[in-house]
């Protein structure tokens, strides 16, 4: 039994020594985190995060005196917002929450502790990152995971080998439109990063996140126009979420104030690498700007490609870009201006917002030119245009050349081929209009609802995750998009998946029918990136045979060399985008819009990728879930009786409770005291690293 200590507590010392284990339990600010640091050939660090998600509020007691006091703004645990006082669903009372910010190969571990109030289960997707060989940790509810049970703790552990600018969020519900999100970066040394030689500065407080924002809980307007005519365009906007939207008097100097904008601090002469993040919510892309300054394009979804110089760019929900700033104007203000198109466009809402561009030396004051929504446009070069024809100033995201090599996706043909269609159908969707009590026709025009759709399917999210529990959903709910029937005339609705054989180079031909609105769909994809070959706005509508046709006739060129590299693309609305993966990452990946109400109706498809034999074994003692009646176990005579108090749970009753990552117990009789080295009694023998030695033969001896 001794013998049995010794060695746990040697293999403990060995692996301390090997292993800099690093918690933010009590960090609050990312740039006081030990793994927010220059990365190093060679160094590897475990950074440890500790995030609690809770209901919180706008402006709450923690605020004291803001937006009169702009010092009180920036209290601990104050979140000002754009001023409009509402509830939130927030990190560590954070908005946005912790940012992780870590280098190439670290082990992000993440402890979250659900104390929603609400009873919501919940779970965190890391937006970007492949999850090579841990798919489980996808983090998206029902497809890769349980959710995380109220007032329960989940540990997602992973490695960080997808580097470039990424964000995490909430994937489950609509938590992420109300507050649930924050930033991620996986930075590379200065001989991995291909762009190292452009900028003098990449900081932690020039990664931004960019929103649209609504006035109330997200869910109230879901279900509001959804159920009724309720208003579904947000009027404002966030940037590191604050802003200025909703306007005080103080009582004082009867002055209208507002909440803070954000600020970033530069110095003249430098020059700073940006790295910006969409979390956008709804119908609303975002356009980029700076005053007095070009911007110099390097990367898209933390891929880089050939530095674009432009004024201006569009950003969709989920798409990330770096962009080089060179501060070389005169000392002073400057707007960084964002500005909302299509449902937060012109004709609708004209969502807008600002942050400050400071350099060193200015006075503690806003830029004095005008922010009206008139104002926040510029001309010149813009990069990914919203539903607007290639041309010399509106330059799709595909024209960029990556610097990545090329590789299985560069050839010819694919190995498989889908076609998806998308559009807003005029179906009764059997969720929001009854066919029985109030059917589309029956109902004034200003309360339908047509359902945004893949190839005429709603995706049904099952009762279990697929990833972990595959042979636990009934396989009845499954289909693909021949197997369905009438889909233009009824609800179709399954669990819609794409079987992908493990190898093969996929294509998919998004074409976005553009029949019902002149909208777009951002698409993302998880667990890889694509390239994206082919992007076109061809006409006001447009359809899949149409696109087959251009497509034989030669019309339709794909970009085979140096195609960039992405997992998150517009597809034009009357056009199409096509893009490429190599399905070398096995496992059961959701494909998606990344607009919350439309992925919130089943604007989805499953890309399972192998079979289960394929995919990495789940982690010991994953959480499971899924339906459940009551059932009479099977009983055999040799069973010993009950106990005359003792009451048995019902049979196969579900479980939950606390997880977090753990090494399954292995069945050999002395495991190895060190990772490469197999088990020995003599301490000195043991492959440790010599600093350790004396303390392990000191517990020899004590023991």
């Not at 560590?92 to 109030?117: A, F, K, M, Y």
């Not at 999100?181 to 200065?190: E, K, Y």
């Not at 649209?212 to 869910?219: K, P, V």
């Not at 807008?352 to 004095?368: D, E, H, M, V």
Request: hydrophobic share 35%; aromatic share 10%.
């Amino acid at each position: 039994m001794e013998s049995h200590w010794l060695r746990f507590l040697s293999v403990a010392i060995c692996l301390m020594q090997n292993l800099e284990v690093i918690n933010s339990a009590n960090v609050s600010d990312v740039t006081n985190h030990p793994c927010t640091r220059p990365c190093i050939d060679g160094q590897h660090m475990e950074c440890e995060y500790n995030f609690t998600v809770e209901w919180y509020y706008v402006l709450s007691k923690a605020c004291y005196d803001c937006p009169f006091n702009t010092t009180d703004c920036a209290r601990p645990h104050c979140i000002p917002a754009d001023g409009v006082r509402r509830a939130v669903v927030v990190v560590n009372r954070q908005l946005p929450g912790p940012s992780i910010q870590v280098c190439e190969n670290d082990t992000i571990v993440v402890n979250v502790h659900n104390q929603q109030e609400s009873f919501e289960g919940t779970s965190i997707h890391w937006h970007g990152l492949h999850q090579r060989k841990t798919p489980a940790m996808d983090g998206v509810a029902m497809v890769t995971q349980c959710p995380i049970s109220p007032h329960s703790t989940f540990q997602y552990r992973f490695e960080a080998n997808t580097p470039g600018t990424h964000f995490w969020h909430a994937h489950a519900g609509v938590q992420r439109s109300d507050g649930f999100f924050g930033t991620l970066v996986i930075r590379q040394t200065s001989t991995q990063d291909l762009h190292y030689g452009l900028y003098d500065y990449d900081l932690p407080q020039h990664v931004i996140v960019i929103n649209d924002w609504l006035s109330e809980m997200t869910i109230n307007k879901f279900a509001a126009h959804h159920h009724n005519d309720g208003d579904n365009k947000p009027k404002s906007m966030l940037i590191n979420g604050k802003g200025a939207f909703q306007p005080y008097i103080d009582p004082i100097t009867n002055e209208t104030v507002y909440t803070p904008y954000a600020v970033f601090d530069v110095i003249q002469g430098k020059r700073y690498r940006f790295r910006m993040s969409s979390n956008g919510i709804l119908n609303c892309p975002l356009q980029v700007s700076i005053d007095g300054h070009n911007l110099s394009m390097i990367a898209s979804d933390g891929a880089p490609f050939t530095p674009t110089d432009v004024e201006s760019f569009n950003i969709f929900a989920g798409e990330r870009y770096d962009f080089v700033l060179d501060a070389n104007q005169t000392v002073k203000n400057y707007w960084i201006r964002v500005k909302g198109l299509a449902d937060c466009g012109e004709t609708f809402t004209q969502a807008k917002q600002t942050a400050i561009l400071r350099y060193q030396g200015a006075p503690n004051s806003n830029p004095s030119e005008p922010t009206d929504y008139a104002s926040m446009g510029r001309s010149g070069r813009l990069l990914n245009p919203w539903n607007t024809k290639a041309s010399e100033e509106q330059i799709p995201v595909s024209e960029m050349d990556s610097l990545d090599p090329n590789d299985a996706t560069s050839k010819p043909i694919p190995d498989v081929r889908f076609y998806l269609g998308m559009d807003f159908n005029k179906i009764d969707n059997i969720y929001f209009h009854d066919p029985d009590y109030y059917p589309l026709y029956a109902i004034e025009r200003n309360k339908h609802l047509y359902t945004p759709q893949i190839n005429g399917i709603s995706l049904r999210m099952p009762p279990s995750p697929p990833l972990t529990q595959f042979s636990d959903i009934p396989k009845d709910l499954l289909c693909n998009y021949t197997a369905k029937e009438n889909c233009s005339l009824t609800h179709c609705e399954c669990i819609h998946v794409l079987d992908i054989k493990v190898g093969h180079v996929v294509e998919l031909v998004l074409v976005d029918l553009g029949v019902t609105f002149d909208a777009n769909h951002p698409m993302h994809i998880h667990g890889y990136s694509f390239r994206v070959v082919a992007l076109q706005k061809v006409n006001k509508s447009i359809t899949i045979d149409q696109v087959k046709q251009m497509d034989a006739e030669g019309k339709i060129v794909r970009k085979l060399d140096r195609a960039v590299r992405k997992d998150s693309v517009t597809v034009p609305d009357g056009g199409f985008t096509i893009v490429r993966f190599h399905a070398d990452n096995p496992g059961v990946w959701l494909f998606h819009c990344h607009i919350e109400w439309h992925v919130a109706v089943g604007m989805s498809v499953l890309l399972k990728v192998g079979e289960p034999k394929d995919w990495p074994a789940k982690p010991h003692k994953f959480p499971t879930c899924g339906n459940w009646k009551y059932e009479t176990p099977v009983t055999t005579t040799n069973n010993p009786p009950m106990c005359p108090t003792q009451t048995a749970k019902p049979h196969k009753f579900p479980t939950c409770g606390n997880w977090k990552y753990e090494t399954p117990v292995t069945t050999t009789t002395d495991p190895p005291m060190c990772p490469t080295q197999t088990a020995k009694t003599s301490a000195a023998n043991m492959n440790c690293p010599h600093g350790t030695l004396w303390i392990i033969l000191l517990i020899q001896f004590i023991c």
